[in-house]
């Protein structure tokens, strides 16, 4: 009883969201998972789960916005390491497999939220997405390589390539982390998705609005 009371706050909300997602890392679907066995993996009573979440939706909810510190903090590392136009691809493909390397339970509930039955769920992970396509298109007029592209041809192409790089993360998740020469031939495959795309939007001729 004394170690419940001298529980800093919050430290039950992480309990919570670190045992759903350890759950998910063992195999276990995300929506398939009920309060009981998420607060038993969390060593905390049931009745304790309402105090920080309406639902598994609401949990659902906010382990997205981790999801989403992720992904930033990824977007950070590609920023400050990804200097050279030339290596724009190669690089970033790179920094996003040591992330989900390093984030695995983290990205296998963004694999499986992507079709999930939770729409709450579906639709913030694909906000997130949104967010990541909105960003690298900033940073690729920042970088002037697209200057060709109209606003709405540049926002597909950014499109196009952060549903590519989701539908990668489906094969990397199925690797064993120890496993570097798959690894590395998804690293290669995603690699040149890219190339081909922005090889395809090099030779795109957006045309004028009205």
Same mark, same amino acid.
């Given at each position: 009883? @004394?170690?419940?009371? *001298? ?14 997602? =350890?759950? #998910?890392?063992?195999?276990? $679907? ?21 105090? $920080?979440? *309406? ?16 992904? *930033?903090?990824?977007?950070?590392? @590609?920023?400050?390491?990804?200097? %050279? @136009? ?6 970033? #493909?790179? !920094?996003?497999?040591? %992330? ?10 963004? @694999? ?8 709450? #769920? ?13 960003? +690298? ?10 200057? $060709? ?14 549903? =590519? ?7 990397? +998740? ?17 690699? *040149?998705?890219?190339?081909? !795309?922005?090889?395809?939007?090099? $030779?795109?001729? =957006?045309?004028?609005? =009205?």
């Amino acid at each position: 009883m @004394a170690d419940k009371q *001298r529980r800093k706050p919050g430290e039950t909300r992480d309990k919570l969201m670190a045992a759903a997602l =350890s759950l #998910v890392g063992k195999g276990r $679907h995300f929506a398939s998972l009920g309060i009981r066995e998420v607060t038993r993996e969390a060593g905390i009573v049931p009745t304790s789960f309402y105090r $920080h979440f *309406r639902n598994m939706d609401d949990l659902g909810l906010q382990l997205v916005d981790e999801l989403g510190l992720v992904l *930033r903090k990824m977007m950070r590392e @590609a920023r400050a390491n990804v200097l %050279h @136009a030339d290596k724009l691809m190669a690089e970033s #493909v790179a !920094i996003f497999i040591s %992330h989900v390397e390093a984030n695995r339970s983290c990205f296998f509930f963004m @694999a499986q939220g992507l079709a999930g039955e939770s729409r709450a #769920v579906q639709e913030g992970i694909r906000s997130e997405m949104r967010f990541f396509a909105s960003e +690298l298109a900033n940073d690729l007029r920042r970088m002037r390589l697209v200057d $060709h592209l109209n606003d709405r041809d540049l926002d597909m192409t950014c499109d196009l390539v952060v549903r =590519s790089v989701a539908f990668s993360l489906t094969d990397l +998740l199925g690797i064993s982390p120890d496993d570097e020469y798959q690894i590395n031939q998804v690293k290669t495959r995603t690699t *040149r998705f890219l190339q081909l !795309i922005f090889v395809g939007a090099a $030779h795109w001729k =957006s045309v004028t609005e =009205s």
